[in-house]
Each structure stands twice: as C-alpha cells, then as structure tokens.
C-alpha cells in the first residue's frame, strides 16, 4: 500500500500465527497498514511461509524471521532512500520485535497484541532501543494490561504504550482506536528519533 504521494517511509506489516488463521488480509493487519499508508509510509503486508500462495511450511517464527527479512530487502530494493519500519499483530509483533532487534536498517517497530502467554524470553527488547509502540489490548487474553505493563515499563526509552481498555486480542469493536493510535505514532515519524536523546513519543 503506497501513499498517493511520495512515501516517506516504507513498513513490512507482519500477520498473525499462520496455524490459526494468520493471513496478510486480517483486519488488524490492513487497518495498520492503512494507517501508515495515511501517513506517508508505505506498507508491504505479505504472508509467511505456508500462507496463501507463500512456499514452505511454518517454521515456528524461525523462517518467519526470514521471511520478514526478505520483505525488508523487497522494500530495500523498491525505496533505497527511504528508513525501514516492521509491524506486527500477535505472532508477527514477535517477528517484528525481534528482526527489529537484529536489524539495524530497521528505524522503528510497532507490536500489537504481542502473545505474551506464549513466549519464553523476553530479554531481546532490551537490547532494543529504537523506538517503538506497543497496542495491547487491556482484556487480551494472550497478555492484558498488567502483563503488558510488566515488558514494557523496564524497557529503555524511547517507547509509547497504548492500552486499549476493555479490548480482546483481536481488538473486537476498537480496531478505528487502533488505526487512530499507529497513525498518530507514524505521524510523529519516530523513524528520524533513531537514539535515545531524541525527542520520545510520550509513554502512557
């Protein structure tokens, strides 16, 4: 999804866990897409090995990595110039997160819905220090406001939370909350805040 006029970012937009539904078309998945469109970035959503007419199998988040990567070098190719973002919902915020945390070319991240319950360590986000936004749900049951409060609140700067409360993992009902929040954080273009000393979206 590119902006009608030039972009001046460019995203890859990762999908849930593809064993439970996970597609590049999932609601979550367009509306963030969308939102950054809005803002001038533009968004690549693509489906994980397995998915769709995508080759291979699951790969538990291994080759998903990689699969995120080789859409990253598709951006790279298509908008030299341009700083690269990585978005994901559920099991693609994980991907993001930590492709981000081995990825310098990647500026910023954005996770929503991140499946605490289901992942071991955690550690990684704290050699993390580009910035990043995290949408959780207040009622997900994959990891809700406490939980979510818990990973994010140690984290270096910079950083911005957003609990949404009352929402389920899916977001049911608050997905316009959703695309509000990831248009307003792309808006700030948190891509140019590449180092701690520079000016942090607001935490809450």
């Not at 593809?18 to 590049?24: A, I, K, R």
């Amino acid at each position: 999804m590119e902006p009608e006029s030039g972009p001046r970012a460019a995203a890859v937009v990762c999908h849930a866990h593809p064993l439970h539904g996970g597609m590049m078309h999932f609601k979550v998945i367009f509306r963030v897409a969308k939102a950054l469109q809005e803002q001038g970035v533009a968004a690549l959503r693509f489906n994980f090995r397995g998915v769709g007419r995508s080759e291979g199998v699951h790969d538990h988040g291994r080759g998903e990595q990689d699969d995120a990567r080789a859409a990253l070098d598709e951006l790279q190719r298509r908008y030299p110039s341009l700083p690269l973002l990585a978005a994901g919902f559920s099991f693609g915020a994980n991907v993001a997160l930590r492709v981000a945390a081995a990825e310098a070319r990647v500026r910023a991240v954005a996770s929503l819905g991140l499946p605490i319950a289901h992942l071991d360590d955690l550690d990684f986000l704290q050699t993390l220090r580009r910035p990043r936004l995290f949408v959780q749900g207040g009622n997900d049951e994959f990891g809700g406001a406490t939980a979510i409060r818990a990973v994010v609140d140690p984290l270096p700067e910079p950083k911005r939370l957003l609990i949404v409360d009352g929402a389920d993992h899916f977001m049911t009902g608050r997905l316009d909350e959703v695309h509000a929040t990831v248009a307003d954080w792309a808006s700030t273009a948190p891509w140019s805040a590449g180092q701690p000393s520079s000016a942090a979206p607001r935490l809450r």
